[in-house]
C-alpha cells in the first residue's frame, strides 16, 4: 500500500490516502497494509471489519467508542459517497481532552481516518447511499459499547446539518454529555 499519511491537529489522528492505479478498466487500490501502516508509526493491529451503508443524506452516527478491555483503534474509510467524520478526545489529562477533529472523507478523495484507542468517533453522511467501512482492533463488547451525544454545546463541533434535520438511532438521541460522561481514558503523554 503506498499511502501517504498526515497528522491532523490532533496528532494522533491521522488521515491517510491509498494510492489508486488507474487505467481504462477501472482501478486497483491496496486499501490496507499492515506493513505499510506500520512504517507511518502506526502500530494498530485490526481484527474485525465493519461494513454500513446509511441510505440517506444526513444519517448520524456516534459518537461512539468502546471502553477497555475491548477498546478500539478505527481505521476507517468510504467506499461510496462521502461523510464529515470526527474524533474526540476523551482521554483525561491530554492537552486536547474534549477537543475534536474533523474531516470529510470520502470515495472521490479516497482518504481515509485513523481514530485511536481514547476518542469518540462519530460521522453524518452527506450523500445518499453512503458505504463506509472500518477495521477494529478489537471486537465488538454490547457491555464495552458507549456513546457521546453527538450535539453536545460544549464540543463545539460544527456538524454539516440542522439537529432538526439529523437521522438518528434512539441509542444516539439519548447520550450523556461531555460533563456528564465517566472517566474512560487517561492521557499517557508522548
Same mark, same amino acid.
Given at each position: 500500500?503506498?499511502?501517504?499519511?498526515?497528522?491532523?491537529?490532533?496528532?494522533?489522528?491521522?488521515?491517510?490516502?491509498?494510492?489508486?492505479?488507474?487505467?481504462?478498466?477501472?482501478?486497483?487500490?491496496?486499501?490496507?497494509?499492515?506493513?505499510?501502516?506500520?512504517?507511518?508509526?502506526?502500530?494498530?493491529?485490526?481484527?474485525?471489519?465493519?461494513?454500513? =451503508?446509511?441510505?440517506?443524506?444526513?444519517?448520524?452516527?456516534?459518537?461512539?467508542?468502546?471502553?477497555?478491555?475491548?477498546?478500539?483503534?478505527?481505521?476507517?474509510?468510504?467506499?461510496?459517497?462521502?461523510?464529515?467524520?470526527?474524533?474526540?478526545?476523551?482521554?483525561?489529562?491530554?492537552?486536547?481532552?474534549?477537543?475534536?477533529?474533523?474531516?470529510?472523507?470520502?470515495?472521490?478523495?479516497?482518504?481515509?481516518? +485513523?481514530?485511536?484507542?481514547?476518542?469518540?468517533?462519530? +460521522?453524518?453522511?452527506?450523500?445518499?447511499?453512503?458505504?463506509?467501512?472500518?477495521?477494529?482492533?478489537?471486537?465488538?463488547?454490547?457491555?464495552?459499547?458507549?456513546? +457521546? +451525544?453527538?450535539?453536545?454545546?460544549? =464540543?463545539?463541533?460544527?456538524?454539516?446539518?440542522?439537529?432538526?434535520?439529523?437521522?438518528?438511532?434512539?441509542?444516539?438521541?439519548?447520550?450523556?454529555?461531555?460533563?456528564?460522561?465517566?472517566?474512560?481514558?487517561e492521557y499517557k503523554g508522548d
Amino acid at each position: 500500500m503506498t499511502a501517504f499519511c498526515e497528522s491532523t491537529a490532533i496528532p494522533d489522528v491521522k488521515i491517510i490516502r491509498a494510492t489508486k492505479h488507474g487505467d481504462g478498466r477501472g482501478f486497483f487500490s491496496e486499501t490496507y497494509s499492515q506493513k505499510s501502516l506500520e512504517a507511518a508509526g502506526i502500530e494498530s493491529v485490526f481484527v474485525q471489519d465493519n461494513h454500513s =451503508l446509511s441510505a440517506d443524506k444526513g444519517t448520524v452516527r456516534g459518537l461512539h467508542f468502546q471502553t477497555h478491555p475491548f477498546a478500539q483503534d478505527k481505521f476507517v474509510r468510504v467506499a461510496r459517497g462521502k461523510i464529515f467524520d470526527v474524533a474526540v478526545d476523551l482521554r483525561i489529562g491530554s492537552p486536547t481532552y474534549g477537543k475534536h477533529v474533523s474531516a470529510v472523507i470520502s470515495a472521490d478523495e479516497w482518504n481515509q481516518i +485513523l481514530v485511536p484507542v481514547g476518542f469518540a468517533h462519530g +460521522l453524518v453522511t452527506l450523500e445518499d447511499n453512503t458505504e463506509v467501512l472500518y477495521k477494529v482492533s478489537n471486537f465488538y463488547s454490547a457491555d464495552c459499547d458507549k456513546g +457521546l +451525544l453527538w450535539n453536545d454545546p460544549e =464540543l463545539e463541533i460544527d456538524w454539516p446539518i440542522l439537529a432538526e434535520d439529523a437521522i438518528l438511532s434512539a441509542k444516539d438521541k439519548v447520550q450523556p454529555r461531555l460533563t456528564d460522561l465517566p472517566r474512560y481514558f487517561e492521557y499517557k503523554g508522548d
